[in-house]
Each structure stands twice: as C-alpha cells, then as structure tokens.
C-alpha cells in the first residue's frame, strides 16, 4: 500500500483562496492523503468552505482552535497527522499535480527523512506546470540549503517530511516571521537524510497584503525572538555548523531590525528587544570557532554602533 501522506494547512480569513488550494489537492495525482485544514478561528467564510470538501471527500479533515497563529495551527496540525509522512501547504498556495507522488517517489526510493523541491512565486492562482517524467534527485546538506540558490531551509513549505521526525520538533509559537525556518534547523539538527530536487513543485502565491509585502509592525519583529530561542535550543548542539549559523543570523536579524525600525514609532521597542537579545548572546557569538574573525567585527560594530544616538 502506498503511505499516506499529511498534508497541514493553517487557515485564517482565506475565504478567497481556500477553495482553489483544496480543489488542487484533491486532484493530485497521489491519491493517499490525510487533508489537514485548521482552522486558526476565522472570522469569515473559510470554515463554511473547509467543511463542504469535507462532506464531499472524507480525506479532507477540519480541525478548529482559538486564534494563535499559524505556528500554534501547524503544531495542531502535527498533532492530528495520521500519515507516513507529512507536507506543509500555506492556505493560498497550491502545488503542481504530480507534486506528492514525486516527493513520495524519491522517499520510498532513497529512504529519505525529508524531500525539499524548488518553487515558483506567483500572482496566478492557476499555474499549469509540464508533466514531469524524468525526476533527477540528489542528497543535500544544511549548507545547500541554507546559503545557496534560493535558501529552500528558510521556509517549511515544498518539503515532504517523514511523520515520526517531523514531531521530534515544534514549529515556535507566539512568533510571526522565521517561525518556519527555525524549525526546519531543528530537524536538520536531528542528522536526518535530506534530498532535494530542482523541480518547482510548489506554487507560492503572493497576495494582496501578505506577510512579506505588509508594512513594519510588531508582528515581523518577532523574528528577532524566533532566532533568539533558536540560539537558546542549539546552545549545546554537537553540530557547529548549524550552532554557528544560528548566532550569525540572530545577529543578522537584530542588526537589520535596528536599522528597519529606528525612526518609526516601534523604534523604542526594537532597541529594547535587540539589546536584550544581542547581549544574551555577544559572548557565544564572539566565541564560535566556525564564525570568522571578519563577521564577528563586523556584526559586533553594527550592533554596538546601532545604540548610539
């Protein structure tokens, strides 16, 4: 039999999208899905459309809690996950139809614990990929997908995850931005077997007011906090590369939000968080062996420069 595969999707106020990403779904070429849609307590019509898939296909299961982000709903929707393996899909976002049978496909093939593709960014909800009958995959490492080509490690989205490692690792709740990122570097972090194909299996539809397009407010800076508890979890990890990247990205991200943030009114609060956040971690940050000695000058002026008035 083939194994089912979980598909988590978070949902808040998606009434306009919704339908279209449960429509695609439910026409993939793989069949054994377990549809997970949680509703983050809407407001609008997207339960009413949730349960009228539901009522038509029994593969489409919704699970309803009160508002608390999209973390708190991808941990929920871990929690209901029945399947072999599961798969991360944003609400508004779709998938090419071959998509869960490829991924599947070079699982089962290769033993993977994880199987990323590539993606495409989008303002159409109505992508039309080519059929795919050749599927090249190779294994791949924290550093490919971390820092090269377009940083596949930074989202949880176009990967397939085995289920029993996909639960050893929480996605961080009461944080709006990195969220996904974080936790993506916790698996990696549990030495699984990672393959990725160049494939863009995955459609990200930017909409009208997203996350990424949406002006500066509390919100996007709880990035700083996501990396700041990243840093905390990986502080006694035996792997130096992973440890190493975390601290240079926390600092990345206090140096960039002091800068983005001085001048607005959320000015007081970045310089609070950032300084709380950057001297927690100055010394194991100067201390790492696998920063060079240029990064560490360099995020160590920026930070300390950031403060004078």
């Known amino acids: ?9 978070p949902v808040y106020n998606i009434e306009n999208y919704i339908a279209n990403c449960l429509e695609n ?3 993939q070429s793989y069949r054994q899905l377990q549809i997970i849609c949680v509703d983050d307590g809407c407001t609008d019509g997207s339960a009413e459309v949730i349960h009228s898939f539901a009522e038509k296909d029994g593969r489409v299961v919704y699970v309803h809690r009160q508002n608390a982000g999209v ?3 991808r941990n929920k929707g871990l929690e209901a996950a029945t399947g072999e393996y599961v798969f991360f899909l944003d609400g508004d976002d779709y998938l090419h139809t071959q998509a869960i049978e490829i991924l599947v496909e070079c699982a089962l093939k290769t033993g993977a614990e994880m199987v990323c ?3 495409t960014v989008t303002e159409s909800l109505s992508e039309k990929g080519e059929e795919y009958t050749e599927r090249n995959f190779t294994q791949t490492d924290f550093n490919t997908l971390f820092t090269k080509g377009k940083t596949l490690g930074k989202c949880c989205f176009a990967k397939l995850i085995k289920a029993d490692v996909a639960k050893k690792v929480r996605f961080f709740e009461g944080v709006a931005m990195g ?5 993506i570097v916790l698996l990696l972090n549990e030495n699984i077997n990672v393959y990725a194909t160049d494939l863009p299996l995955y459609y990200y539809y930017r909409r009208p007011g997203s996350a990424t397009k949406s002006a500066l407010n509390e919100k996007k800076l709880t990035i700083v906090n996501a990396y700041d508890r990243l840093c905390d979890m990986l502080a006694d990890s035996e792997n130096q590369q992973i440890k190493a990247f975390a601290l240079r990205a926390v600092f990345y991200q206090l140096n960039n939000k002091r800068r983005l943030y001085k001048g607005t009114e959320y000015e ?6 950032c300084k709380q956040i950057g001297n927690k971690h100055l ?3 100067m201390k ?7 990064v560490k000058l360099m995020h160590l002026i920026r930070f300390k420069l950031s403060f004078i008035k």
């Open 283 to 285: 010394k194991a940050f």
């Open 268 to 273: 007081t609060l970045a310089e609070k968080t």
């Open 179 to 183: 969220e996904d990122g974080c936790y």
């Open 117 to 119: 593709s590539d993606y």
């Open 71 to 73: 973390s708190a709903a």
């Open 25 to 27: 779904l439910l026409s």
């Open 1 to 9: 039999m083939q194994p089912t595969v979980s598909v988590i999707i």
């Open 288 to 294: 790492e062996k696998n920063i060079s000695l240029k």
